[in-house]
């Protein structure tokens, strides 16, 4: 499960560097419109990278790196995430890094 602890190490590293918009660092109330925008862009940029990665457009060493999630026999939820590092970088990270950026919510809806 190599993409939970990427992603949890990554945000920190961003989060403690200052790469994340200004509005990230802000507290505030939920902004429940910013919140369906995020959803939206991250679902729709990981999914456009995992066409990608599918269709062998993104390189054969991301599609190897992809092609342990497709291992397990019976995938249970946790199975979403077992990727290599690569693959979790490129489809999980990268996309939710460029939506927080696109979308520019506050520190509330960003960490929900």
Same mark, same amino acid.
């Given at each position: 499960?190599?993409g939970?602890p990427m992603?949890?190490?990554?945000?920190?590293l *961003?989060?403690y560097?200052? /790469? =994340?918009?200004?509005?990230?660092?802000?507290?505030?109330?939920?902004? !429940?419109?910013?919140?369906?925008?995020?959803? =939206?862009?991250?679902d =729709? %940029?990981q999914?456009? *990278?995992?066409?990608? #990665?599918?269709r062998?457009?993104? &390189?054969?060493?991301?599609?190897?790196?992809? !092609?342990?999630?497709?291992?397990?026999?019976?995938?249970?939820?946790?199975?979403?995430?077992? #990727? &290599?590092? %690569?693959?979790?970088?490129?489809? %999980? /990270?990268?996309?939710l890094?460029?939506?927080?950026?696109?979308?520019?919510?506050?520190? #509330?809806? #960003?960490? %929900?």
């Amino acid at each position: 499960m190599q993409g939970v602890p990427m992603l949890l190490c990554t945000l920190g590293l *961003v989060w403690y560097t200052g /790469l =994340l918009p200004g509005g990230a660092y802000v507290h505030g109330p939920l902004q !429940a419109l910013r919140l369906g925008l995020l959803v =939206l862009t991250t679902d =729709l %940029l990981q999914g456009s *990278v995992h066409c990608a #990665t599918h269709r062998g457009w993104l &390189g054969r060493r991301l599609q190897t790196s992809h !092609a342990l999630h497709h291992t397990a026999r019976s995938p249970s939820a946790k199975d979403a995430f077992y #990727t &290599g590092p %690569l693959d979790a970088f490129v489809q %999980l /990270l990268l996309p939710l890094y460029v939506a927080i950026c696109c979308v520019g919510a506050n520190r #509330t809806t #960003t960490l %929900l």
